[in-house]
C-alpha cells in the first residue's frame, strides 16, 4: 500500500476515536460541532504559545546581541593595549555567540512557519465551524430520510478527519515549542553562567586582564603627563590635559565602573587609546 | 477523488489526474525505504506541487472524508516514519 492510503487510514482511525462515542447520528452531528468548537479554542491558545515561544527567542537574542558587542569592545580594548592573546580570546567568544544565534535565526524562522499555519488553520477552522452550524440542522432535520443517514456518516468522517489533521498541526507546533525551549534553556544557561555576559566582573579573567592592563596602561600616561608639565617642551599641552579631565566617561563602556588609577588626573579616554596602541 | 494536504486541507481531483500521483507516491515508498531524505524532499515537494496546482480546493462547507492523505509540506522523512508507526501501534 502506498503511503498516501496509509497516513489517509491512519488520520481517518484516530479521528474516528473521538466521535463513535454517540449511537444516534444526530447526537453524533452536535458532538461533533462541540468537539470542532473546542477545537477552535486550542489551536488559539497554540498560537498564541508559538507566539510567547517566538518572543522568547527574539529576547535572547538580544541579549546575546549585547553580549558579542561587548566583547567586540573588549577585543578593540586589548588591542588598544597591545593584548592580542584577549584580542584572540574575546572574538572567539564573540564567534561562539554568532553560532548561537545562527541556531535561535532557525528556530525563529520555523516557528515563524508554525505560526503562519496555524493562522491559516485557525481561520479555515472557524470557516468550517460556521458552515457546519448550519448544516447540521439541515440534516437533523431530515434525518429520517436513508440519504441523508448516509450524508451524516460522510459528514461526520469529513468532520473527524480534519480535526485529526488539526490535532496533528498542533502537535508539530508543540514539538517545534519544545525544541526552541531546550535551546532557550541552554542559551539561558549560558548567559546567567557568566561565559557571555558577565564579562565585566571580577571573576572574569579576560576583564580581569584588561583591567591589569588599562591600569598600567594609565599609569605609563599619567608617568608622559607629569613629565610634559615638568618639561614644556614636550608633545602633551597642558590644555588638553585639562579638557581631558572632564571626559572621563567616555572611556567607560568596559572600564569606567573600575577604580582604574589612583591619581588625580584622570586620563583622556581618547589619548588613553593612543598611549595604549602605541606602546 | 478527495486528496488531503495535512495541515492545508483537502483537494478534488479528477480520477485521471491520480495515475501521476501513484508514480509519485511509489517513489516515496521507495524514498522511505531506502532512507534517500533527498528524494523523500524531491518527490514529497512534487507531489504537493501537482494535487495543489491540479486540483479544486474542498470548500469549507463541504465536510466528506478523504480518499488519499499526503504529510505536511516539508516534513522530513522521520516526521513521516513516526506517523507510518503510529498505523502498526494501532494494529499490534
Known sequence: MGVMKRLTNIVQAKANKVLDKAEDPRET????YEKQIEQLQQVKRGLADVATAKKRIELQAQQLQQAATKLQGQARQALAQNREDLATEALTRRSGIATQLEGLKTQHDQLAQQQERLEATTQQLQARVEAFRTQKETLKASYTAAQAQTRIGEAVSGISESMSDTGLAMQRAQDKIAQMQARAGAV?????????????GSSDPLQ????????????????AQMKAELNPAAQAPSGELGSGASEEPVDGEVVADKPVAPAP??????????????S | MIVRILGEGQFELHESQTASLDELDKALVAAIDANDEATFHDVLSRLVQSVRSEGAPVGPDRFVPSDLTLPHEGSSLAEVRELLASEDVRES
Open chain 1, 29 to 32: 452531528l452536535d458532538l461533533s
Open chain 1, 265 to 278: 588626573t584622570p586620563a583622556d579616554p581618547f589619548s588613553l587609546d593612543d598611549a595604549g596602541g602605541a
Open chain 1, 208 to 223: 580581569a586582564q584588561l583591567d591589569k592592563a588599562a591600569a598600567s596602561g594609565d599609569v605609563e600616561l599619567q608617568l
Open chain 1, 188 to 200: 539561558d544557561e549560558l548567559l546567567a553562567s557568566g561565559t557571555l555576559t558577565d564579562l565585566s
